[in-house]
């Protein structure tokens, strides 16, 4: 509003200026009565981006003031101020309404005009300046406004874009975690439940020889120490940059020494292996591998002997199936009840299929893998 203040000040003072300099059509009266109507477009001036209505109603006031007792150039070139102001900051209904209406009045005068003027080079210079006061204003801010608004909308696009940039950020987070969380239960729950089981055996029985506790310490140490390896591995991959995964790549095809742990862990398991072992897709392989290691571990923590386990690779798939029984008594060690969740997420990654759960009278873990042939 300040601005606005001085800049109808400074209007008002120019157009008095011209009006002294004789800018304006005489027709007997005094010359100070122009300052009437020019005091009134530039009080729209004042409130031209507050109140656009009133600034648009102040000028023709004014102007309808002004054609009656002059008319005066400086009055008609603040009105042209009002006509824009109403137009750029109005209603976008209004700017279209004064489009036509300027349009059509500069068109119908410059025709009545010739009537009036007998020389062409006149009328069209009388069309030509109805143009530039009337319809210039208008179009100018129609073209304004359209710019702002294309702005406006590319802003509110660009903050779109980041919330869902933000989204897109934390979904990744959010899938990362709940990967590290997969890989850091897999990881821990196979070899410390294996040392864990035997750890309490060796504890609990008292009538055990050096050579059987040395067998069962030298088994703990193993799972000890695959479990520390797998760790470093593990965050050693969370400390490089760039995609490459190969130093931590499980294999199913180690599918024999995961059986052996269990062996070791004091939990009678028989492999069979049906098919050539060939090359898997990495998140196959890996799928399969920890897969195979939960079953395994859930085994080795809820179920009785023996442990069967199956692995047949067939032409497009890969097929796991552990079985064990349950006696129905009370599990060795407490679980946080994620082993089968985390199964269901590995197979549904890479498109496979699970079923877990009872079936005559024991536990099965069907898993059924698409290898690379049906990957691809």
């Known amino acids: ?105 500069a068109i119908v005068t410059g025709l009545g005009a010739g009537f009036f003027v007998d ?37 509110a696009r660009a903050d779109e874009v980041a919330r869902l940039v933000e989204l897109d ?18 990881m821990i729950a196979n070899h410390f439940s294996a040392i864990a089981i035997q750890s309490t055996a060796a504890l609990s029985r008292r009538d055990l020889d050096a050579p059987t506790i040395r067998t069962i310490m030298e088994s703990v140490r193993e799972n000890s120490v695959k479990g520390l390896d797998e760790m470093r591995t593990m965050i050693g991959l969370l400390r490089q940059e760039g995609d490459e995964t190969e130093a931590m790549r499980l294999r199913l095809a180690d ?3 995961l059986v052996e742990r269990s062996r070791q862990a ?12 060939r090359e898997l897709p990495a ?15 859930n085994a080795l923590k809820h179920g009785d002997q023996p442990t069967s386990v199956r692995v047949v690779y067939e032409a497009k798939h890969v097929v ?22 985390g199964m269901s997420e590995r197979a549904a990654l890479v498109g496979g299929e699970i079923e877990a759960g009872p079936q005559a009278g024991g536990w099965r873990v069907h898993v059924r893998l698409p290898t690379v042939e049906e990957a691809g």
């Open 119 to 155: 020389n062409l080079w006149q009328l069209v210079v009388i069309s030509i300046q109805l143009g530039l006061l009337l319809v210039v204003p208008v179009t100018t801010a129609m073209v304004l406004r359209q710019q702002r608004d294309l702005a406006a909308a590319e802003r």
């Open 169 to 186: 950020r934390q979904a990744a987070i959010s899938s990362e975690r709940n990967r590290m969380a997969r890989e850091l239960h897999d």
């Open 266 to 277: 004091g939990m009678a398991a028989e492999l069979e292996v049906v098919g050539e072992p």
């Open 320 to 341: 796991l199936t552990v079985d064990n029984p349950v006696n129905g008594r009370k599990a060795r060690l407490p679980g946080a009840g994620a082993g089968v969740v």
């Open 1 to 105: 509003m300040k601005r606005a203040a001085l800049g109808a000040v400074l209007a008002f003072a120019m157009g008095a200026a011209l009006i002294a300099g004789g800018a304006h059509v005489q027709r007997g009266g005094p010359e100070w009565l122009m300052l009437v109507p020019l005091a009134f477009v530039c009080a729209g001036v004042v409130v031209r981006t507050h109140a656009p209505i009133w600034s648009l109603v102040l000028g023709l006031v004014g102007v309808g003031i002004d054609i009656a007792v002059g008319p005066s150039l400086g009055t008609v070139l603040v009105f042209t101020d009002n006509l824009y102001s109403a137009a750029l900051y109005g209603p976008a209904r209004l700017s279209r309404w004064l489009l036509g209406v300027t349009a059509s009045v």
């Open 283 to 297: 998140s196959v392989d890996l799928a399969g591998y920890r897969i195979l290691q939960e079953a395994l571990t």
């Open 255 to 257: 599918a024999e020494s």
